[in-house]
């Protein structure tokens, strides 16, 4: 690893702790461009952390909004509680959209392994399930395949090459039929 790649992971670390998890994916692109599917088992760690606490707010932010629209006291806010949800959703939309093509990219394309391969696919299933989560129409449809697509793929192989034990396997078993039950 070079020092600019070590020094941007401690910089990642340091953006996790203080909670600014932006930065976080900003400072383990440059890693991820130089390194790839080659990134240790901590670094792909660090980088799922990275992407998950980045669109979890929004991700909240839409369902607290969602749940408030279904109180009838306020349905004269409608109009602008649905706009700042439409807001919310393209912020999300645009950073599980980066996500997915910074895996597909700059990870997928030089993944041989198994064991990374099926972990980028499943993230990749996982950040397109966020999406349909709020999406409509035919970015629902689409984001559906893409999901269904990457999820199929992930467990194919890591049914063919690993451990019915395997933390990527059981994490994959889990977040696909979250997908079938809450997407599908």
């Given at each position: 690893m070079t020092t600019n790649a070590e020094e941007q992971i401690f910089m990642a670390r340091v953006a996790e702790q203080s909670e600014r998890f932006r930065d976080m994916v900003d400072f383990l692109k440059p890693v991820i461009a130089e390194k790839g599917a080659a990134l240790t088992q901590d670094e792909r760690n660090l980088l799922s952390v990275a992407f998950k606490n980045l669109v979890s707010q929004q991700r909240t932010a839409i369902r607290t909004i969602s749940a408030?629209?279904?109180?009838?006291?306020?349905?004269?806010?409608?109009?602008?509680?649905?706009?700042?949800?439409?807001?919310?959703e393209e912020e999300?939309?645009?950073?599980?959209?980066d996500i997915i093509s910074t895996i597909r990219n700059s990870v997928l394309s030089k993944a041989s392994e198994d064991e990374p391969r099926?972990?980028?696919?499943?993230?990749?299933?996982?950040?397109?399930?966020?999406?349909?989560?709020s999406a409509k129409g035919d970015r629902l449809e689409k984001t559906k395949t893409d999901a269904l697509s990457a999820y199929q793929e992930a467990q194919t192989i890591s049914e063919k090459s690993l451990n019915a034990c395997n933390s990527i396997r059981l994490g994959l078993a889990l977040n696909f039929s979250v997908f079938y039950y809450?997407?599908?």
């Open positions: 408030i629209e279904q109180n009838p006291k306020y349905t004269k806010f409608a109009s602008s509680m649905g706009d700042y949800k439409k807001r919310i999300l939309y645009r950073n599980c959209d099926a972990f980028f696919l499943k993230m990749i299933g996982d950040y397109c399930r966020y999406i349909a989560e809450e997407v599908m």
